[in-house]
Protein backbone atom coordinates (compact mmCIF):
# COMPACT_ATOMS: atom_id res chain seq x y z
CA UNK A 1 0.00 0.00 0.00
CA UNK A 2 0.64 3.86 0.32
CA UNK A 3 3.94 4.97 1.83
CA UNK A 4 3.01 8.11 2.72
CA UNK A 5 0.17 8.60 5.70
CA UNK A 6 -2.94 9.79 4.29
CA UNK A 7 -3.02 13.06 6.91
CA UNK A 8 0.03 14.51 5.53
CA UNK A 9 -0.99 14.98 1.90
CA UNK A 10 -4.15 16.44 3.26
CA UNK A 11 -1.66 18.81 5.38
CA UNK A 12 0.14 19.49 2.49
CA UNK A 13 -2.91 20.93 0.73
CA UNK A 14 -4.92 22.81 3.78
CA UNK A 15 -0.91 24.45 4.70
CA UNK A 16 -1.77 26.46 1.22
CA UNK A 17 -5.27 27.26 1.78
CA UNK A 18 -6.29 30.17 3.42
CA UNK A 19 -7.46 30.95 7.11
CA UNK A 20 -11.11 30.16 6.77
CA UNK A 21 -10.96 26.96 4.35
CA UNK A 22 -8.35 25.47 6.60
CA UNK A 23 -10.37 25.95 9.70
CA UNK A 24 -13.50 24.88 8.70
CA UNK A 25 -12.12 21.75 6.53
CA UNK A 26 -10.16 21.22 9.67
CA UNK A 27 -13.53 20.96 11.82
CA UNK A 28 -15.23 18.48 9.41
CA UNK A 29 -12.92 15.98 9.96
CA UNK A 30 -13.49 13.24 12.93
CA UNK A 31 -11.36 14.36 15.95
CA UNK A 32 -9.13 11.17 15.82
CA UNK A 33 -8.41 12.33 11.78
CA UNK A 34 -7.96 16.14 12.95
CA UNK A 35 -5.44 15.26 15.27
CA UNK A 36 -3.55 14.02 13.13
CA UNK A 37 -3.54 16.44 10.16
CA UNK A 38 -2.95 19.16 12.83
CA UNK A 39 0.04 17.28 14.09
CA UNK A 40 1.54 17.00 10.39
CA UNK A 41 0.60 21.03 10.08
CA UNK A 42 3.08 21.73 12.37
CA UNK A 43 5.74 20.01 10.84
CA UNK A 44 5.05 20.18 6.79
CA UNK A 45 6.34 23.57 6.33
CA UNK A 46 9.91 21.89 7.50
CA UNK A 47 10.03 19.65 4.65
CA UNK A 48 11.52 20.09 1.49
CA UNK A 49 10.16 19.56 -1.83
CA UNK A 50 13.27 17.09 -2.60
CA UNK A 51 11.93 15.07 0.35
CA UNK A 52 8.13 14.62 -0.50
CA UNK A 53 6.89 11.84 -2.40
CA UNK A 54 5.81 12.11 -6.03
CA UNK A 55 2.32 12.36 -5.42
CA UNK A 56 3.39 15.45 -3.12
CA UNK A 57 5.47 17.22 -5.28
CA UNK A 58 2.52 16.40 -8.05
CA UNK A 59 0.29 18.08 -5.51
CA UNK A 60 2.50 21.07 -4.44
CA UNK A 61 2.91 21.76 -8.08
CA UNK A 62 -0.72 22.32 -9.12
CA UNK A 63 -1.30 24.74 -5.67
CA UNK A 64 1.55 26.72 -7.28
CA UNK A 65 -0.38 27.46 -10.43
CA UNK A 66 -3.83 27.47 -8.55
CA UNK A 67 -1.98 30.14 -5.97
CA UNK A 68 0.25 31.79 -7.52
CA UNK A 69 0.73 34.18 -10.54
CA UNK A 70 1.87 32.02 -13.20
CA UNK A 71 0.50 28.66 -15.42
CA UNK A 72 2.32 25.40 -14.45
CA UNK A 73 2.75 23.18 -17.69
CA UNK A 74 1.66 19.39 -18.21
CA UNK A 75 4.26 16.97 -18.17
CA UNK A 76 4.11 15.47 -21.98
CA UNK A 77 5.74 12.46 -21.00
CA UNK A 78 3.30 11.63 -18.10
CA UNK A 79 1.84 8.40 -18.70
CA UNK A 80 -1.18 8.48 -16.31
CA UNK A 81 -3.07 11.72 -14.46
CA UNK A 82 -2.04 13.13 -11.71
CA UNK A 83 -3.97 12.75 -8.31
CA UNK A 84 -5.46 16.71 -7.86
CA UNK A 85 -6.15 18.92 -5.48
CA UNK A 86 -10.02 19.28 -5.76
CA UNK A 87 -10.04 15.22 -5.65
CA UNK A 88 -8.83 15.08 -2.42
CA UNK A 89 -10.96 17.98 -0.87
CA UNK A 90 -13.85 16.14 -2.91
CA UNK A 91 -13.07 12.92 -0.55
CA UNK A 92 -13.65 15.40 2.48
CA UNK A 93 -16.78 17.01 1.30
CA UNK A 94 -18.34 13.85 0.42
CA UNK A 95 -18.29 12.10 3.82
CA UNK A 96 -20.06 15.26 5.76
CA UNK A 97 -23.47 17.02 4.89
CA UNK A 98 -24.64 19.48 2.57
CA UNK A 99 -24.95 22.21 4.72
CA UNK A 100 -21.25 21.54 5.97
CA UNK A 101 -20.01 21.19 2.61
CA UNK A 102 -22.14 24.73 1.59
CA UNK A 103 -20.24 26.47 4.13
CA UNK A 104 -16.44 25.30 3.26
CA UNK A 105 -16.45 25.53 -0.84
CA UNK A 106 -17.07 29.77 -1.30
CA UNK A 107 -13.77 29.80 1.21
CA UNK A 108 -11.87 27.52 -1.70
CA UNK A 109 -10.41 28.57 -4.86
CA UNK A 110 -13.04 29.39 -7.54
CA UNK A 111 -11.14 26.81 -9.90
CA UNK A 112 -11.58 24.01 -7.16
CA UNK A 113 -14.61 25.10 -6.57
CA UNK A 114 -16.22 23.90 -9.46
CA UNK A 115 -13.87 21.23 -10.13
CA UNK A 116 -15.34 19.57 -6.27
CA UNK A 117 -19.12 20.26 -7.32
CA UNK A 118 -18.72 18.40 -10.67
CA UNK A 119 -16.45 15.48 -9.07
CA UNK A 120 -19.15 15.46 -5.92
CA UNK A 121 -21.87 15.23 -8.66
CA UNK A 122 -20.62 12.60 -11.05
CA UNK A 123 -17.01 11.56 -10.53
CA UNK A 124 -16.70 7.95 -11.84
CA UNK A 125 -14.02 6.99 -8.88
CA UNK A 126 -13.59 3.51 -10.51
CA UNK A 127 -12.06 5.09 -13.87
CA UNK A 128 -10.16 7.55 -12.23
CA UNK A 129 -8.75 5.20 -9.97
CA UNK A 130 -7.71 3.40 -13.79
CA UNK A 131 -6.08 6.39 -15.06
CA UNK A 132 -3.89 7.06 -12.02
CA UNK A 133 -0.09 5.97 -11.11
CA UNK A 134 0.07 3.45 -8.61
CA UNK A 135 1.00 5.64 -5.89
CA UNK A 136 -1.67 7.76 -6.79
CA UNK A 137 -4.59 4.83 -6.68
CA UNK A 138 -3.29 3.59 -3.35
CA UNK A 139 -3.51 6.94 -1.58
CA UNK A 140 -7.30 7.06 -3.03
CA UNK A 141 -7.84 3.66 -1.47
CA UNK A 142 -6.21 5.01 1.53
CA UNK A 143 -7.44 7.87 1.83
CA UNK A 144 -11.03 7.20 1.46
CA UNK A 145 -10.88 4.56 4.04
CA UNK A 146 -8.67 6.68 6.59
CA UNK A 147 -11.94 9.29 6.14
CA UNK A 148 -14.22 6.62 7.02
CA UNK A 149 -17.86 6.23 5.68
CA UNK A 150 -19.65 6.83 3.04
CA UNK A 151 -17.29 5.14 0.49
CA UNK A 152 -16.64 7.32 -2.65
CA UNK A 153 -19.68 7.31 -5.24
CA UNK A 154 -21.25 10.23 -7.36
CA UNK A 155 -23.74 12.00 -4.93
CA UNK A 156 -25.51 14.64 -7.03
CA UNK A 157 -28.39 15.38 -4.32
CA UNK A 158 -25.11 16.07 -2.39
CA UNK A 159 -23.85 18.58 -4.88
CA UNK A 160 -27.62 20.20 -5.43
CA UNK A 161 -27.84 21.31 -1.87
CA UNK A 162 -24.13 22.61 -1.49
CA UNK A 163 -25.32 25.00 -4.53
CA UNK A 164 -28.32 25.82 -2.77
CA UNK A 165 -26.61 27.04 0.17
CA UNK A 166 -25.22 29.72 -2.77
CA UNK A 167 -27.10 32.98 -2.72
CA UNK A 168 -24.61 35.45 -4.77
CA UNK A 169 -26.32 34.53 -8.55
CA UNK A 170 -22.83 36.18 -9.54
CA UNK A 171 -21.39 33.49 -7.95
CA UNK A 172 -23.54 30.17 -8.85
CA UNK A 173 -23.32 31.69 -12.73
CA UNK A 174 -19.81 31.42 -12.43
CA UNK A 175 -19.76 27.76 -11.16
CA UNK A 176 -22.61 26.47 -13.20
CA UNK A 177 -20.67 28.04 -16.30
CA UNK A 178 -17.59 26.26 -15.15
CA UNK A 179 -19.32 22.88 -14.48
CA UNK A 180 -20.84 22.98 -18.17
CA UNK A 181 -17.70 23.52 -19.36
CA UNK A 182 -16.56 20.15 -18.11
CA UNK A 183 -19.61 18.13 -18.69
CA UNK A 184 -22.37 19.35 -20.13
CA UNK A 185 -24.52 16.79 -19.03
CA UNK A 186 -23.65 16.69 -14.95
CA UNK A 187 -24.55 20.79 -15.77
CA UNK A 188 -28.17 19.88 -17.35
CA UNK A 189 -29.01 17.52 -14.46
CA UNK A 190 -27.77 20.34 -11.69
CA UNK A 191 -29.69 22.86 -13.16
CA UNK A 192 -32.91 21.03 -13.21
CA UNK A 193 -32.76 20.27 -9.99
CA UNK A 194 -32.11 23.49 -8.94
CA UNK A 195 -34.32 25.70 -11.27
CA UNK A 196 -38.01 24.69 -12.57
CA UNK A 197 -40.70 26.79 -13.91
CA UNK A 198 -42.00 27.87 -10.48
CA UNK A 199 -38.97 30.00 -9.64
CA UNK A 200 -40.96 32.71 -12.17
CA UNK A 201 -42.21 33.03 -8.40
CA UNK A 202 -39.40 35.54 -7.81
CA UNK A 203 -38.92 37.62 -11.09
CA UNK A 204 -40.96 41.20 -11.29
CA UNK A 205 -43.94 41.62 -13.12
CA UNK A 206 -42.10 43.97 -15.66
CA UNK A 207 -39.68 40.83 -16.31
CA UNK A 208 -42.54 38.53 -16.48
CA UNK A 209 -43.96 40.54 -18.88
CA UNK A 210 -41.32 40.80 -21.15
CA UNK A 211 -40.73 36.92 -20.98
CA UNK A 212 -44.40 36.31 -21.97
CA UNK A 213 -44.60 38.54 -24.53
CA UNK A 214 -42.54 36.41 -26.63
CA UNK A 215 -44.32 32.88 -26.02
CA UNK A 216 -46.98 31.07 -27.68
CA UNK A 217 -50.60 30.69 -26.48
CA UNK A 218 -50.44 27.31 -26.90
CA UNK A 219 -46.94 26.58 -25.49
CA UNK A 220 -48.26 29.11 -22.61
CA UNK A 221 -51.90 27.19 -22.03
CA UNK A 222 -49.83 23.80 -22.06
CA UNK A 223 -46.73 24.98 -19.36
CA UNK A 224 -49.79 26.12 -16.90
CA UNK A 225 -50.39 22.58 -16.58
CA UNK A 226 -46.98 22.28 -14.93
CA UNK A 227 -47.47 25.42 -12.44
CA UNK A 228 -49.22 26.02 -9.12
CA UNK A 229 -53.00 28.05 -8.84
CA UNK A 230 -50.51 31.27 -7.39
CA UNK A 231 -47.99 31.41 -10.10
CA UNK A 232 -51.10 30.77 -13.10
CA UNK A 233 -52.59 33.84 -11.38
CA UNK A 234 -49.64 35.68 -11.57
CA UNK A 235 -49.13 35.68 -14.78
CA UNK A 236 -53.11 35.78 -15.71
CA UNK A 237 -52.62 39.14 -13.97
CA UNK A 238 -49.64 40.70 -16.33
CA UNK A 239 -51.32 39.14 -19.64
CA UNK A 240 -54.21 41.30 -21.12
CA UNK A 241 -57.67 40.76 -20.52
CA UNK A 242 -58.40 39.17 -23.84
CA UNK A 243 -55.35 36.47 -23.66
CA UNK A 244 -55.95 35.77 -20.12
CA UNK A 245 -59.58 34.42 -21.73
CA UNK A 246 -57.82 32.56 -24.14
CA UNK A 247 -55.13 30.91 -22.16
CA UNK A 248 -57.81 30.05 -19.75
CA UNK A 249 -60.01 28.19 -22.30
CA UNK A 250 -57.14 26.43 -23.95
CA UNK A 251 -55.86 25.05 -20.36
CA UNK A 252 -59.54 23.74 -20.45
CA UNK A 253 -58.82 21.60 -23.67
CA UNK A 254 -55.27 20.72 -23.06
CA UNK A 255 -56.16 18.57 -19.82
CA UNK A 256 -54.96 15.53 -21.30
CA UNK A 257 -51.44 16.38 -22.01
CA UNK A 258 -48.70 14.17 -22.01
CA UNK A 259 -46.43 15.00 -18.70
CA UNK A 260 -43.29 14.49 -20.68
CA UNK A 261 -44.73 17.15 -23.02
CA UNK A 262 -45.75 19.75 -20.15
CA UNK A 263 -42.03 19.16 -18.89
CA UNK A 264 -40.35 19.80 -22.02
CA UNK A 265 -42.52 22.97 -22.91
CA UNK A 266 -41.69 24.33 -19.52
CA UNK A 267 -38.17 24.01 -20.22
CA UNK A 268 -38.62 25.50 -23.50
CA UNK A 269 -39.96 28.52 -21.42
CA UNK A 270 -37.27 28.43 -18.55
CA UNK A 271 -34.53 28.44 -21.46
CA UNK A 272 -35.94 31.43 -23.41
CA UNK A 273 -35.59 33.13 -19.30
CA UNK A 274 -31.63 32.39 -19.47
CA UNK A 275 -31.73 33.72 -23.05
CA UNK A 276 -33.25 37.59 -21.72
CA UNK A 277 -30.67 36.99 -18.31
CA UNK A 278 -27.67 36.64 -20.89
CA UNK A 279 -28.84 39.36 -23.13
CA UNK A 280 -29.38 41.85 -20.57
CA UNK A 281 -32.79 42.18 -20.43
CA UNK A 282 -34.12 40.62 -17.41
CA UNK A 283 -32.44 40.64 -13.96
CA UNK A 284 -33.82 37.04 -11.84
CA UNK A 285 -31.04 34.90 -12.29
CA UNK A 286 -32.16 31.36 -13.33
CA UNK A 287 -29.69 29.57 -13.97
CA UNK A 288 -28.33 30.40 -17.49
CA UNK A 289 -24.32 29.84 -18.34
CA UNK A 290 -21.92 31.57 -20.52
CA UNK A 291 -20.68 30.14 -23.56
CA UNK A 292 -17.40 31.52 -22.13
CA UNK A 293 -15.78 31.18 -18.40
CA UNK A 294 -17.40 33.59 -15.93
CA UNK A 295 -14.56 35.03 -13.17
CA UNK A 296 -16.84 35.30 -10.28
CA UNK A 297 -14.67 38.48 -9.44
CA UNK A 298 -14.66 40.36 -12.05
CA UNK A 299 -16.21 43.95 -11.95
CA UNK A 300 -19.88 44.10 -13.19
CA UNK A 301 -20.54 46.85 -15.56
CA UNK A 302 -23.61 48.26 -13.68
CA UNK A 303 -21.50 48.62 -10.81
CA UNK A 304 -18.36 50.28 -12.24
CA UNK A 305 -20.22 53.17 -13.87
CA UNK A 306 -21.29 55.19 -10.85
CA UNK A 307 -17.58 54.04 -9.18
CA UNK A 308 -16.51 56.03 -12.77
CA UNK A 309 -19.01 58.82 -12.06
CA UNK A 310 -17.63 59.72 -7.99
CA UNK A 311 -14.44 59.23 -9.43
CA UNK A 312 -14.09 61.79 -12.46
CA UNK A 313 -14.50 64.75 -10.72
CA UNK A 314 -11.43 64.14 -8.45
CA UNK A 315 -9.22 63.95 -11.62
CA UNK A 316 -10.25 67.23 -12.58
CA UNK A 317 -9.79 68.98 -9.80
CA UNK A 318 -6.21 67.62 -9.65
CA UNK A 319 -4.74 71.21 -11.78
CA UNK A 320 -6.39 73.61 -9.23
CA UNK A 321 -5.21 71.68 -6.20
CA UNK A 322 -2.26 74.60 -5.24
CA UNK A 323 -4.79 77.29 -6.39
CA UNK A 324 -7.51 76.05 -3.70
CA UNK A 325 -4.69 74.96 -0.81
CA UNK A 326 -5.66 78.45 1.04
CA UNK A 327 -9.07 78.17 0.85
CA UNK A 328 -8.96 74.18 1.40
CA UNK A 329 -8.15 75.21 4.79
CA UNK A 330 -10.17 77.99 5.92
CA UNK A 331 -13.07 75.48 4.53
CA UNK A 332 -11.82 72.81 6.91
CA UNK A 333 -11.60 75.19 9.62
CA UNK A 334 -14.84 75.98 9.52
CA UNK A 335 -16.01 72.35 8.69
CA UNK A 336 -14.59 71.26 12.05
CA UNK A 337 -16.45 73.87 13.74
CA UNK A 338 -19.76 72.60 12.28
CA UNK A 339 -18.98 69.50 13.28
CA UNK A 340 -18.13 70.69 16.85
CA UNK A 341 -21.28 72.74 16.72
CA UNK A 342 -23.11 69.54 15.78
CA UNK A 343 -21.83 66.83 18.07
CA UNK A 344 -22.60 69.49 20.93
CA UNK A 345 -26.33 69.43 19.76
CA UNK A 346 -26.89 65.57 19.56
CA UNK A 347 -27.00 65.10 16.21
CA UNK A 348 -23.30 63.15 16.00
CA UNK A 349 -24.76 60.66 18.15
CA UNK A 350 -25.82 58.12 15.66
CA UNK A 351 -25.14 54.01 15.81
CA UNK A 352 -22.06 53.10 14.57
CA UNK A 353 -20.83 49.87 12.99
CA UNK A 354 -17.24 47.69 14.13
CA UNK A 355 -16.33 48.17 10.79
CA UNK A 356 -13.07 50.58 10.48
CA UNK A 357 -15.39 51.34 6.78
CA UNK A 358 -18.39 51.98 8.33
CA UNK A 359 -20.52 54.54 6.45
CA UNK A 360 -23.50 56.71 8.45
CA UNK A 361 -26.43 57.67 5.80
CA UNK A 362 -29.78 59.03 6.61
CA UNK A 363 -32.05 57.97 3.43
CA UNK A 364 -35.83 58.92 3.64
CA UNK A 365 -38.75 56.36 2.50
CA UNK A 366 -41.06 58.21 2.91
CA UNK A 367 -43.25 60.23 -0.23
CA UNK A 368 -41.72 63.80 -0.47
CA UNK A 369 -44.39 66.60 0.15
CA UNK A 370 -45.18 68.75 -2.94
CA UNK A 371 -44.79 72.38 -3.06
CA UNK A 372 -42.09 72.01 0.45
CA UNK A 373 -40.72 75.43 0.87
CA UNK A 374 -37.39 76.06 2.93
CA UNK A 375 -39.15 77.00 6.28
CA UNK A 376 -40.57 73.13 5.74
CA UNK A 377 -39.54 71.11 8.82
CA UNK A 378 -39.33 68.14 7.05
CA UNK A 379 -37.16 69.76 4.44
CA UNK A 380 -34.68 70.63 7.37
CA UNK A 381 -34.49 67.64 8.64
CA UNK A 382 -34.19 65.57 6.21
CA UNK A 383 -36.91 63.45 6.36
CA UNK A 384 -40.21 63.88 4.60
CA UNK A 385 -42.96 63.69 7.51
CA UNK A 386 -46.81 64.67 7.06
CA UNK A 387 -50.04 63.27 8.20
CA UNK A 388 -49.56 59.35 8.40
CA UNK A 389 -46.72 58.88 6.68
CA UNK A 390 -43.42 57.23 8.26
CA UNK A 391 -39.86 58.50 8.04
CA UNK A 392 -37.47 55.15 7.79
CA UNK A 393 -33.39 55.68 7.36
CA UNK A 394 -30.20 53.45 6.66
CA UNK A 395 -28.39 54.43 9.81
CA UNK A 396 -25.19 52.89 9.44
CA UNK A 397 -23.84 50.29 6.00
CA UNK A 398 -20.47 48.88 5.81
CA UNK A 399 -19.04 47.99 2.67
CA UNK A 400 -21.07 48.04 -0.68
CA UNK A 401 -24.41 48.89 -0.50
CA UNK A 402 -26.48 50.01 -3.50
CA UNK A 403 -29.83 51.71 -4.52
CA UNK A 404 -31.72 50.34 -7.01
CA UNK A 405 -34.95 52.98 -8.28
CA UNK A 406 -36.61 52.86 -11.55
CA UNK A 407 -33.97 50.05 -12.86
CA UNK A 408 -30.80 51.95 -11.80
CA UNK A 409 -28.08 51.54 -9.48
CA UNK A 410 -26.24 53.82 -7.54
CA UNK A 411 -24.31 53.72 -4.30
CA UNK A 412 -26.60 54.33 -0.82
CA UNK A 413 -24.60 57.74 -0.70
CA UNK A 414 -25.61 58.82 -3.61
CA UNK A 415 -29.17 58.35 -3.94
CA UNK A 416 -32.10 58.73 -1.43
CA UNK A 417 -33.94 55.78 -0.48
CA UNK A 418 -37.68 55.44 -1.39
CA UNK A 419 -40.76 53.65 -1.43
CA UNK A 420 -40.77 50.92 -3.51
CA UNK A 421 -36.41 50.67 -3.65
CA UNK A 422 -34.52 48.02 -3.48
CA UNK A 423 -31.58 48.23 -1.17
CA UNK A 424 -28.50 45.69 -2.44
CA UNK A 425 -25.32 44.55 -0.47
CA UNK A 426 -22.72 42.71 -2.33
CA UNK A 427 -20.15 40.64 -0.73
CA UNK A 428 -18.37 42.52 1.91
CA UNK A 429 -21.60 44.85 2.59
CA UNK A 430 -23.43 45.02 5.27
CA UNK A 431 -27.03 47.69 6.33
CA UNK A 432 -28.30 48.86 9.70
CA UNK A 433 -32.29 49.87 8.94
CA UNK A 434 -34.56 51.87 11.00
CA UNK A 435 -38.38 52.28 10.94
CA UNK A 436 -38.92 55.19 12.66
CA UNK A 437 -42.70 55.14 13.05
CA UNK A 438 -42.27 51.96 15.05
CA UNK A 439 -39.08 51.74 16.06
CA UNK A 440 -38.25 48.44 14.32
CA UNK A 441 -34.62 47.72 12.80
CA UNK A 442 -33.66 45.60 10.30
CA UNK A 443 -29.70 44.16 9.73
CA UNK A 444 -29.54 43.72 6.09
CA UNK A 445 -26.31 41.08 5.55
CA UNK A 446 -23.94 40.75 2.42
CA UNK A 447 -25.39 39.53 -1.03
CA UNK A 448 -28.88 40.37 0.25
CA UNK A 449 -31.55 42.49 -1.74
CA UNK A 450 -34.49 43.90 0.01
CA UNK A 451 -37.66 45.90 -1.35
CA UNK A 452 -38.60 48.01 0.85
CA UNK A 453 -42.38 49.14 0.57
CA UNK A 454 -44.05 49.87 -2.64
CA UNK A 455 -44.00 53.06 -4.33
CA UNK A 456 -48.17 53.68 -3.94
CA UNK A 457 -47.63 52.96 0.23
CA UNK A 458 -47.91 56.15 2.20
CA UNK A 459 -49.12 55.25 5.79
CA UNK A 460 -47.87 52.19 8.14
CA UNK A 461 -44.56 50.32 8.28
CA UNK A 462 -42.95 49.63 4.56
CA UNK A 463 -44.17 45.83 3.40
CA UNK A 464 -40.41 44.57 3.06
CA UNK A 465 -39.75 41.99 0.70
CA UNK A 466 -36.80 40.15 0.46
CA UNK A 467 -35.51 38.53 -2.73
CA UNK A 468 -32.56 36.53 -1.71
CA UNK A 469 -30.29 36.74 1.02
CA UNK A 470 -30.60 37.16 5.21
CA UNK A 471 -31.84 39.86 7.02
CA UNK A 472 -31.74 40.37 10.85
CA UNK A 473 -35.37 41.94 11.95
CA UNK A 474 -36.04 43.40 15.77
CA UNK A 475 -39.85 44.18 15.55
CA UNK A 476 -41.60 46.24 17.34
CA UNK A 477 -44.80 46.43 15.42
CA UNK A 478 -46.96 43.48 15.00
CA UNK A 479 -48.48 44.85 11.83
CA UNK A 480 -44.65 44.76 10.09
CA UNK A 481 -44.95 42.21 7.25
CA UNK A 482 -42.16 40.47 5.75
CA UNK A 483 -42.48 38.85 2.23
CA UNK A 484 -40.82 36.03 0.12
CA UNK A 485 -41.72 34.84 -2.90
CA UNK A 486 -42.99 31.55 -0.14
CA UNK A 487 -44.41 33.19 2.44
CA UNK A 488 -45.69 36.45 4.64
CA UNK A 489 -43.89 36.81 8.34
CA UNK A 490 -45.34 38.43 10.87
CA UNK A 491 -44.56 38.98 14.86
CA UNK A 492 -44.59 39.94 18.11
CA UNK A 493 -43.35 43.31 19.58
CA UNK A 494 -40.33 42.59 20.25
CA UNK A 495 -39.43 39.56 18.46
CA UNK A 496 -35.49 38.87 16.91
CA UNK A 497 -35.45 36.72 13.73
CA UNK A 498 -33.60 35.94 11.19
CA UNK A 499 -35.12 35.96 7.82
CA UNK A 500 -33.19 33.71 4.97
CA UNK A 501 -34.22 33.21 0.60
CA UNK A 502 -32.48 30.93 -1.05
CA UNK A 503 -32.14 31.10 -4.94
CA UNK A 504 -34.79 28.20 -5.32
CA UNK A 505 -37.08 30.86 -3.48
CA UNK A 506 -36.66 28.21 -0.03
CA UNK A 507 -37.50 30.31 3.10
CA UNK A 508 -36.09 29.70 6.16
CA UNK A 509 -37.16 31.56 9.39
CA UNK A 510 -35.06 31.12 12.82
CA UNK A 511 -36.97 32.90 15.74
CA UNK A 512 -34.29 33.82 18.71
CA UNK A 513 -36.90 35.61 20.50
CA UNK A 514 -40.43 36.05 20.77
CA UNK A 515 -43.10 34.50 18.21
CA UNK A 516 -43.77 34.57 14.57
CA UNK A 517 -46.53 34.07 12.78
CA UNK A 518 -45.66 32.55 9.25
CA UNK A 519 -48.47 31.98 6.31
CA UNK A 520 -47.10 29.86 3.32
CA UNK A 521 -48.47 31.10 0.30
CA UNK A 522 -47.24 27.61 -1.71
CA UNK A 523 -48.96 24.89 1.16
CA UNK A 524 -52.51 24.45 2.27
CA UNK A 525 -51.59 25.49 5.75
CA UNK A 526 -53.04 28.70 6.56
CA UNK A 527 -50.40 29.94 9.91
CA UNK A 528 -47.90 28.48 11.13
CA UNK A 529 -46.46 29.70 14.38
CA UNK A 530 -42.57 29.55 15.12
CA UNK A 531 -41.37 29.87 18.53
CA UNK A 532 -38.31 31.09 20.28
CA UNK A 533 -35.58 28.74 19.78
CA UNK A 534 -36.96 27.51 16.54
CA UNK A 535 -36.23 27.34 12.93
CA UNK A 536 -39.26 27.05 10.14
CA UNK A 537 -38.04 25.87 6.41
CA UNK A 538 -40.47 26.52 3.51
CA UNK A 539 -39.77 24.56 0.63
CA UNK A 540 -40.65 25.46 -3.05
CA UNK A 541 -42.80 22.73 -3.47
CA UNK A 542 -45.15 23.32 -0.05
CA UNK A 543 -43.24 21.08 2.40
CA UNK A 544 -41.93 22.41 5.34
CA UNK A 545 -40.49 21.56 8.85
CA UNK A 546 -39.89 23.11 11.97
CA UNK A 547 -36.74 22.21 13.82
CA UNK A 548 -34.68 23.32 16.64
CA UNK A 549 -32.24 26.06 15.35
CA UNK A 550 -28.36 24.91 15.18
CA UNK A 551 -26.45 27.93 14.68
CA UNK A 552 -25.18 30.80 16.92
CA UNK A 553 -25.48 33.42 14.79
CA UNK A 554 -26.14 36.92 16.27
CA UNK A 555 -26.51 40.28 14.34
CA UNK A 556 -23.78 42.54 14.46
CA UNK A 557 -25.21 45.78 15.14
CA UNK A 558 -28.90 45.49 16.14
CA UNK A 559 -29.17 45.48 20.12
CA UNK A 560 -31.25 42.93 21.81
Not at 111 to 131: F, K, M, P, R, Y
Not at 464 to 478: E, F, I, T
Request: proline residues 5%.
Amino acid sequence: MNAVPPDRPLALVLARLGGQARARLIEALQPQQREKVLASLDSIDQVDRAEMSAVEQALSQELDGILGDRDVEADPFRQYYPLRVADLLTLVLLKGTGERASIILPHLPHSVQAECIHAIAGQDWEALENHLGAEERDLVLDFDAWLGKPFRRPRPDLAVTILRGITAPRQLRALLTSIYHRDAEVAKAIQAALFSIEDFRRVTDRELQQLTTGIDDWDLAIAFLGMSEGLQRRILANVSERRAAHLSDDVEHLQDTDQEEVEAVSERILLRARMLYEMGQMQTYLGSVSSDPVDPEEEDPEEAAPARKRSGPVKQAEPETRERSCRGIIFAAAGLLLLGWLWHSGVGRTTRSSGGRARVQASDFSPRKRGGGPGDEGSRSGAYKGDGETSTSVTTSYGDVFVVSGGERRALEDAPIRRGDVLETREDGRALVDLKSDSSQLELESESELQVGAAEETRGPPKLSLRVGNVWVLAKNPTLELHSPLAVVTAAAGTLLRFRVVLSSATTVNVIRGTAWVQSKVSDEKIIVVGEGKSLGIHPRGAYDVVDIEDRDRPRWILF
